[in-house]
């Protein structure tokens, strides 16, 4: 388990939001819609082992990502993804630096403001805490998953001040905490093998940007030589037609 929950902040707190749901929907809608369209059949080809069919998975996918999606303009930055990620690296010199684990952590909890008592405790949704009663009078700021209200962090003028200690609990988790709700029906397909013609077109891309013909290091019939021109071959491009011509001459190579 990835331990992932579907959290709902609340309004005006944007800490806490999921930035990713778009990009989901978008890989329903757009790419896992016609994967679902395929048939049992294909699916379950006897010819196809699970390697071979997640292999081709994986294959549509990366064509899809980097032939479609990285390809289009996202409404709120008014560029594509291939755009904004080559500015933020030549801005940087080097890769744009990716957050990490503890950083999307903290991007995902909650927080709410305390009053700390005489006695040096605080209050949050029927559960008691101790502090630092270096803070006693003070406004703190109470940090935690809505999921486990055990786990207080203490900040004070953004300092850490450690842990608030359970005194009394009597709910662990926030009252807006929701379940995960159900998800919605997928779009309809399109009625057309959208994702043959996205992996012909990444072929195409790739085969623009390929400097060097490896196919013709390596022999294509038996007994060939890499970057050996067969006779058929050679023969059918001095006659300029599809079909070889007859020859008893010797294998001309390239």
Request: hydrophobic share 35%; no cysteine.
């Amino acid at each position: 388990m990835l331990g992932i929950r579907l959290v709902h902040s609340r309004p005006g707190k944007p800490q806490g939001r999921g930035k990713i749901e778009r990009w989901f929907r978008r890989v329903n809608d757009q790419f896992l819609v016609e994967v679902q369209d395929t048939t049992a059949e294909d699916v379950h080809d006897a010819r196809m082992t699970p390697a071979a069919a997640l292999l081709e998975l994986n294959g549509l996918f990366t064509a899809w990502v980097e032939a479609s999606y990285h390809h289009h303009v996202h409404s709120e930055t008014r560029q594509t993804p291939l755009q904004r990620w080559t500015e933020g690296w030549d801005r940087a010199g080097k890769a744009p630096a990716m957050p990490t684990p503890q950083d999307l952590t903290e991007a995902f909890l909650w927080s709410e403001q305390r009053v700390v008592t005489k006695t040096a405790t605080v209050s949050l949704h029927g559960n008691t805490y101790q502090v630092d009663a270096a803070l006693v009078g003070r406004k703190i700021e109470l940090v935690f998953s809505p999921f486990d209200l055990e786990h207080l962090e203490v900040r004070y003028q953004d300092r850490d001040h450690g842990l608030a200690v359970p005194h009394r609990i009597t709910r662990h988790t926030h009252p807006k905490a929701r379940p995960e709700t159900a998800e919605p029906a997928p779009a309809p397909s399109t009625g057309i093998d959208y994702l043959a013609l996205v992996a012909e077109d990444h072929q195409r891309q790739v085969a623009a940007d390929q400097k060097i013909n490896y196919h013709a290091l390596y022999p294509q019939h038996p007994g060939e030589l890499p970057g050996q021109l067969s006779i058929d071959d050679a023969l059918r491009d001095l006659n300029g037609d599809d079909e070889p011509a007859i020859s008893d001459g010797p294998a001309v190579t390239g």
